[in-house]
């Protein structure tokens, strides 16, 4: 299986304080990966440096054969992101946020197939403040997915159980051609119920203490 994510001896660090230390990850194709962590324990600054929002002090990253600080253009339009925090104008419609996402991307996915099959298709005319929690969020996935991505990055595991685990996970595992693979990173959840997903997919989880 090839790999989709290589870093290696990955560090980063603001003035005194080491955000991370030489971290080291692969991940491969056809994947599922969690990234767990205490508050403060670099999740966020990892995931910057991997996506190329942040440059590293040293080491290096390889993100579906592509250097994320040289070759930004080019991973953009095959990267779906969902940050923690989504901050968007407050009277915007989902419809007219969704275009405005699939004018990005020069073979953007079917937005409205994607809301259908998140359970927001009805919600398509209204304003995004308008929209509840679950909702919110389920648009956010949506719109991590439009780019139709080979990697889809979420930034917040618990978010992807807290709306629906039978609509979300599946949907994102299943939502385009099987190239598709999240790359996820969260603190540890307080309460975790189990969830089967098919055999050729898998959770890791690597703890950064």
Same mark, same amino acid.
């Given at each position: ?8 001896? /990955? ?8 955000? %991370?230390? !030489? %971290? ?10 969690? @990234?767990?962590?205490? #508050? ?9 440096? %991997?996506?190329?929002?942040? *440059? ?10 592509? #250097?994320?600080?040289?070759? =930004? =253009?080019? @991973?953009? !339009? $095959? ?7 989504? #901050?968007?104008? +407050?009277?915007? *419609?989902?419809?007219? @946020?969704?275009?405005?996402?699939? &004018? ?10 994607? &809301? ?19 909702? =919110?969020?389920? /648009? ?7 780019? #139709? ?26 939502? $385009? ?11 540890? +959840?307080? =309460? ?13 989880? @690597?703890?950064?203490?």
């Amino acid at each position: 299986m090839q790999t989709a994510i290589k870093v290696e001896q /990955l560090s980063k660090s603001y003035g005194n304080l080491l955000a %991370i230390d !030489q %971290i080291s990850l692969s991940v491969k194709y056809g994947t599922v990966y969690g @990234l767990l962590g205490a #508050n403060g324990a670099g999740k966020s600054t990892t995931i910057e440096c %991997i996506l190329g929002t942040k *440059k590293a002090d040293s080491g290096t990253v390889s993100v579906l054969g592509l #250097n994320p600080k040289e070759d =930004r =253009r080019r @991973l953009f !339009q $095959n990267v779906g992101v969902q940050f923690q925090e989504n #901050n968007y104008q +407050p009277e915007i *419609k989902v419809s007219e @946020l969704c275009d405005e996402t699939a &004018c990005l991307y020069k073979a953007p996915a079917d937005w409205k197939t994607l &809301c259908e099959k998140f359970g927001i298709g009805s919600k398509i005319d209204h304003a995004v403040k308008n929209l509840s929690g679950g909702e =919110r969020q389920r /648009l956010f996935i949506v719109l991590a997915l439009i780019p #139709n991505p080979k990697l889809a990055y979420f930034g917040c595991f618990g978010r992807l159980f807290m709306v629906s685990r039978s609509v979300c996970v599946k949907g994102i595992l299943f939502s $385009n051609t099987g190239s598709v693979y999240g790359f996820m990173s969260s603190a540890p +959840p307080q =309460r975790a119920e189990p969830y089967s997903v098919p055999r050729r997919y898998f959770f890791a989880f @690597l703890p950064l203490v």
